[in-house]
């Protein structure tokens, strides 16, 4: 199947999700040729009568603004760009969101308002469609001027033949690549380099990969804290919808919605109970839950309009005769929902840790750690270590980036976002999470053993659960090597089908 990048209809995170997963190629519309094209030929033809320099397409970059570039050297002021700014140390990106960052640039010029040509975007579209990834590093981006460090490093191979790429299933240079293809380096033309660096899709995609995450993790989340609900023995009340009602908040009805129709048939939660509440861990669940879901809410807004907008600089807007120089490479806008993604992610982290601690705390007729022999046996005392530890690097990562900024280029730019740690640190607040989640899902489901063997069931949906879980994960009557029955969880919830709540 092929997806038409195009101006006409916005891209979402759902549609952004069928590419992904549907191995989908790039195709440009050709409304978004058109808007390409015509800007480019503006542009050139600006040149010709412009007598007053244009930041960035007759002038250096950043401080260096002032100097003007002659004619004859325009090409080589852009080549030179994408050479020196490439500059990106520490961890490889993840392929995945390399792949994302060539569809997001490729949208970026589809609007008209870069100056781009329209074989620099071919060829954008060209490497992500033949599945070839530049080795770009996560370290490098202030978040304004754009995401320069990476995205050069991003083009370095893609455009220019320079670098290091992934290709067929292994890492190469990217001379190799043209070589086998018959491509031929692509000569910049005014102001090309810049729009090629001077945008936000370093920030972004890892916002989109967080995002499509963080929507899953929420999911996976309402369905594991139903299990673990069941296995604790919880009372269902704290989830009635009438209780919801005095005080809803759309995600905190969506959460509590959730678990009614997970423990629905349930055994467990019908019988009579003689505890009068719950922890917080279970009786706060829909509004912990609820509030991470308003807020991935919230981000998803941002990120979709960030995504379909134009993010370089300076800004060519053909019909009104204008190229203006501004600040929409400035991650400010994602910076500051990407902390607040962090933050809200790790919150369904924090309280999944909690409810796996009440698990195995000997309570409720649950045996302590969950194993039959406790003493000679330790069970699951060392998986809520685990846990714990995971929880605490993540609070740690929620420290916000985006209200720190170190001034660059002479003082030019005196304040970015630092959007860029933002993205890379809610990346990893993700997969932390998921693994707290995998941690309480193989305890609740040891826990729910127990129910069993007095004779209880819990409801279908989370028997189902359990019992393809047993596939990958057995139930633990002595002592086992404990860190592969984790890396299976974390494998089951990376791979499982999500139900939706009706």
Avoid at 488 to 502: G, T
């Amino acid at each position: 199947m092929v997806h038409h990048i195009t101006p006409e209809t916005p891209l979402t995170l759902q549609r952004i999700k069928e590419i992904i997963d549907g191995n989908m190629t790039l195709a440009l519309s050709d409304e978004a040729k058109h808007r390409i094209e015509k800007c480019r030929n503006y542009l050139n033809q600006k040149m010709e009568t412009q007598k007053v320099p244009i930041y960035g397409v007759t002038t250096g970059f950043g401080s260096l603004c002032n100097i003007s570039i002659s004619k004859e050297q325009l090409s080589q002021l852009q080549k030179n760009l994408v050479m020196s700014h490439a500059c990106g140390v520490g961890d490889e990106v993840p392929q995945e969101v390399v792949r994302l960052m060539l569809l997001l640039k490729a949208q970026n010029f589809c609007f008209g308002y870069s100056g781009a040509q329209l074989q620099t975007v071919q060829r954008l579209i060209d490497c992500f469609n033949d599945d070839i990834l530049p080795v770009v590093y996560q370290q490098g981006s202030l978040g304004a001027s754009g995401d320069l460090c990476p995205l050069a490093n991003l083009m370095l191979p893609s455009i220019l033949g320079m670098g290091e790429c992934y290709w067929k299933g292994r890492r190469c240079q990217a001379s190799e690549v043209f070589e086998a293809k018959g491509w031929q380096p692509i000569e910049l033309q005014s102001k090309e380099g810049l729009a090629l660096l001077n945008g936000t899709q370093f920030m972004s995609s890892y916002a989109v990969w967080s995002l499509l995450k963080a929507q899953r993790l929420s999911a996976q989340a309402d369905l594991i804290l139903s299990l673990s609900l069941d296995a604790f023995d919880g009372r269902i009340e704290p989830f009635y919808e009438s209780l919801h009602m005095v005080r809803p908040h759309k995600g905190q009805l969506l959460t509590a919605k959730a678990v009614r129709a997970f423990t629905e048939g349930s055994e467990i939660i019908c019988r009579h109970k003689e505890h009068v509440q719950d922890p917080y861990s279970f009786r706060c669940a829909p509004q912990v839950h609820g509030a991470a879901k308003d807020t991935i809410a919230y981000v998803a807004s941002v990120v979709e309009t960030e995504i379909n907008s134009t993010t370089d600089n300076p800004i060519v807007l053909p019909d009104e005769d204008m190229v203006i120089s501004g600040g929409h490479f400035h991650g400010e806008p994602l910076a500051m929902v990407l902390d607040f993604l962090a933050i809200a992610v790790a919150e369904l982290g924090a309280i999944s840790e909690r409810r796996t601690y009440q698990l195995i705390d000997a309570k409720r007729g649950l045996p302590s750690f969950l194993v039959a022999k406790p003493g000679l046996n330790s069970g699951f005392m060392i998986p809520q270590y685990t846990a714990a530890a995971i929880v605490s690097q993540t609070k740690q990562l929620c420290t916000p980036c985006s209200v720190d900024s170190i001034p660059s280029s002479q003082n030019q730019e005196d304040l970015v976002s630092m959007g860029g740690n933002a993205a890379t640190k809610c990346y990893r607040v993700c997969e932390n999470v998921e693994r707290v989640l995998a941690i309480e899902l193989f305890n609740a489901a040891q826990a729910l053993d127990f129910r069993h063997q007095e004779g209880l069931k819990s409801s279908p949906l989370i028997e189902k659960l359990v019992a393809d879980f047993r596939h990958k994960v057995n139930f633990v009557d002595i002592d086992q090597v404990m860190y592969k029955h984790i890396h299976a969880s974390v494998d089951f919830l990376q791979k499982m089908a999500v139900p939706e709540a009706r």
